[in-house]
């Protein structure tokens, strides 16, 4: 009898073939979904472009609503993961700290959305939200917003819970809003001294954790006056181009010993 010969096993750290075709039909949707939204886009268009049967969403996905659903959390997780962000959270750097290196992530991956499909996604599911929707808050947004509300908590000397800290995230998250939804053009029209964001990102990441450090720190003395908060203890200022601008230096820098 003859021998049927096998098919060599991946290299280790390579996807199966399987993987492969879903994670190309995966980049191909989003791409798709980025240029014209979730109600102008078709399975049709999105095999053509991966190289698939029309077969090949329902296969992979189970469905067209699906596959948006999954580009859109993948979307999320490039602008900033989950793990990262409890990685800033858990550290034993100084909330200020921890916020730069929150805002420098998310500045980095949003101040040139044209590049990335992934930016151009979440600029269209915020301006015209789809029928995934709630299912993406829950799973992607509040939990990282769970976190992030514990660091802004942490700045101001309120608990996680006041609606204080509610306000604040939404004055925090504003920059990053702006960003985008706001095309480069535009932005620049509008505010001349504001340069291409690819030309400026240490300076704009600067800005932005100057601007806001400055409004936590009046929020937290506007709370101190009324008594309802204990008096903080001085946070050591930040510098321009903090180490601690990437979790792995969080994490270096929670492991010193002085």
Known sequence: MATVPRRPPPEAGQPRVGERARQQLLVAAGE??????????TSKEICERAGMNSAAVNYHFGGFEALYSEALAHAHQHL?????????????????????AVISMIVRR?????????????????????????AFLKSEVLPKMAVLRGIVAAMIGARREDPVVGRTMLTLLAPGMLLAIMQRDMLTHLMPGFAHASEE???LIDHIERFISAGLAAVAAHLRSEGAVPTLR????????SPLASPSRLRSKSTTKH
């Open 32 to 41: 798709v979904f980025a240029e014209r939204g979730y109600g102008q886009a």
């Open 80 to 100: 900033i993961a989950i793990e990262m962000l409890k990685e800033i959270a858990a550290s034993k750097a100084a909330p200020r700290q921890k916020l730069r």
């Open 110 to 134: 949003l101040a040139i959305p044209e590049a990335s499909w992934e930016m151009r996604l979440i600029s269209r599911e915020i301006i015209s939200p789809s029928p995934a929707r709630e």
């Open 201 to 203: 990102i240490e300076p």
């Open 234 to 241: 001085a946070r050591a200022p930040v510098h321009r181009r």
